[in-house]
């Protein structure tokens, strides 16, 4: 059975940080690129950041450069999103999808707040 499951959400301060976290299990993970979205309400789902198979290469949305981080460990079959310096604007739930040749695999999605 194949499944992603973000963790990590959670409510922070403006100017803080959280990390989260995508384990997937049910396929090959390390032949996937991986990628984190997120969707604010009534806003549609945007690409935030994503990361080759190996991880030599990753984007970033412009409005989350220098301060996200897309990584992966294909040891342990999960990628990772470190975001510092969050503000009220990156509240949304957070998504991670696998994606291969046509093929996509969606986490549930976590809940990130930013506020005060």
């Known amino acids: 059975q194949v499944q992603l499951v973000e963790s990590g959400g959670g409510l922070v301060q403006p100017g803080g940080s959280l990390r989260l976290s995508c384990a997937a299990s049910?396929?090959?993970?390390?032949?996937?690129?991986v990628s984190w979205h997120r969707q604010a309400p009534g806003e549609e789902r945007e690409l935030v950041a994503a990361?080759?198979?190996?991880?030599?290469?990753?984007n970033y949305a412009d409005s989350v450069k220098g301060r996200f981080t897309i990584s992966r460990d294909n040891a342990k079959n999960t990628a990772y999103l470190q975001m510092n310096s969050l503000k009220p604007e990156d509240t949304a739930v957070y998504y991670c999808?696998?994606?291969?040749?046509?093929?996509?695999?969606w986490g549930q999605g976590t809940q990130v707040t930013v506020s005060s």
């Open positions: 049910g396929f090959t993970f390390s032949y996937y690129a």
């Open positions: 999808r696998a994606t291969r040749a046509g093929v996509y695999y």
């Open positions: 990361i080759t198979i190996i991880g030599g290469n990753t």
